[in-house]
């Protein structure tokens, strides 16, 4: 029954290897590794070791590789441990990708990695954090002006590659040979830049999501404040820049939608001729088509949010010699007013509206407790009459406080009750006596 959904790949089941992602940097997805035989049509096979190296070879043993296992490939001296990333017919587009030249010679692939290398392996990897602190201090005695960010060993241990950072040329010849007699291995020296030593260390960026020089980006493009201007992006360094000190990579990633949009949208150096005055462009939101014009050109002052179409109305009108009464459309609602970018970047936005927010609860908590309304009056009319009383509001209290007295008294002695309304009726009585008589 499980025979039937096996596929020929290799794999043994319906989801390949092939298919899933790997936490890897620079891992490829392969959509074609449920296609049956698609591992066999190229002998080619993509293989990654650490951080952000990548290598091709050749299966020239025919092994049965697949998508995450472990193989021992050639390296000069000695041998090399890799993890295979790609194999089938995509490997021939990544390696036109990574600009790999067909007439360098490619190396090939030994076996799959033996608990023998493996261990190695890990023996090599157990190095590599002591041997870059050693190493930054000889390079700190020898005085040069470069920064080692990472070490990497072969899978033998018979080679190390040294990556370091540079600002300027570095002459590092005395630098190999105390390295090469420290540590008793092969040296190799590599420059990276600030970049790919961020996507080496990783971190959080800005948005809150792991950097993507960590994660996915394989090949680094050149970043300009130009991409910053065409998306009207305050020029702040300290806002423009990531963790590795260099512009964001993300600056070029919506840049292509705001220059489309800008195409819609009229010249900053038009200036709209109405019969109210002269508005000169102040700032514009690309996205919405919105623009703000002002009537001074140095500064805002009577400023006005008009949309782009009306923006052309006015600029075609003023070419025919003719001038509208206001910049504003009359036929039309004026569009809603932009949001304050600027504001929006402050990093004491938020204090602001606390503080605000604060002083209003203490004035209402002030006024709600007044309100308490009985009979018409309130609490602090009540207050006002008792500091300057009148007879009426004497003898109204007086008689309030005899009666609550009364009724005290009552409660506590009951045979008292009985005694006061007795003596009323004995001198009723005795008056009606008196008045027959």
Known sequence: MNNKFKLKNGSGTLCCKGCGHQDKQLNTYDWLADIPGNAEEQDIVEVQFKNTRKGYFKNSNHLNLEKGDIVAVEASPGHDIGVVTLTGRLVPLQMKKANFKHDAEIKRI?????????EKYEEAKAKEHDTMIRSRQIAQNLNLNMKIGDVEYQGDGNKAIFYYIADERVDFRQLIKVLAETFRVRIEMKQIGARQEAGRIG????????????????????????????????????????????LKCCLNYEIDVYVEAQKHLPSKEITLETMDGTYYFFKADILKGLITYSTDKNFIAN???ISSRRAFEIISMNKRGEKPENITDDNHTGPQKPIDLVEQESLTRFDKRKNGNRKKKKKGAGQETTPISKGGETVNNIEKAVKVPNDSTVKETNLHEGKEKGRNKNKKHPNNRMKRTDEPIKNNNNDKAKNNS
Do not use: H
Request: aromatic share 8%; with cysteine.
């Open 203 to 246: 971190g959080i960026g800005p948005c809150g999501r792991e950097l993507c020089c960590t994660t996915w980006m394989t090949s680094f493009i050149s970043v300009s404040t130009g991409a910053a201007r065409y998306q009207d992006i305050s020029l702040n360094p300290q806002k423009l820049a990531g963790q590795c000190a260099k």
């Open 110 to 118: 030994y076996r799959k990695a033996k608990p023998i290398d493996l």
């Open 303 to 305: 400023a006005v949010t």
